[in-house]
């Protein structure tokens, strides 16, 4: 997968310029602009915050069947809590949300 080409579809896909992206994503337009001029590939970090602006996961960006389903405003404040919580933590709450979903079945 030509990684500037899926950020390019997906800024399409939302009719964001790169001055846009930029905004959503808090990376500099300028980077932006001269990771296409240069065949450039952006940093992990660089392509998390891309992501985050796209409302999608990694997983969801380098997806091969294209599946691009947005999070919801909700979905992303929980996945923000749930990465500031250590590893034990973050098994509790899973153990946790199983156990609800077993109740109400």
Known sequence: MDILE???ELRKKK???EYRLSLESGIPQSTISSWFRK???PTLNSLVAICDAF???CSQFFSDDGVTAELTEK???LLKAFE???LKQQDALIEFLKKMEKSEN
Do not use: C, H, M, Y
């Open 6 to 8: 899926r950020i390019f």
């Open 75 to 77: 979905q992303k404040e």
């Open 15 to 17: 009719g964001w310029s």
């Open 39 to 41: 065949s450039a590939v």
């Open 84 to 86: 500031a919580l250590d």
């Open 55 to 57: 409302g999608i996961t």
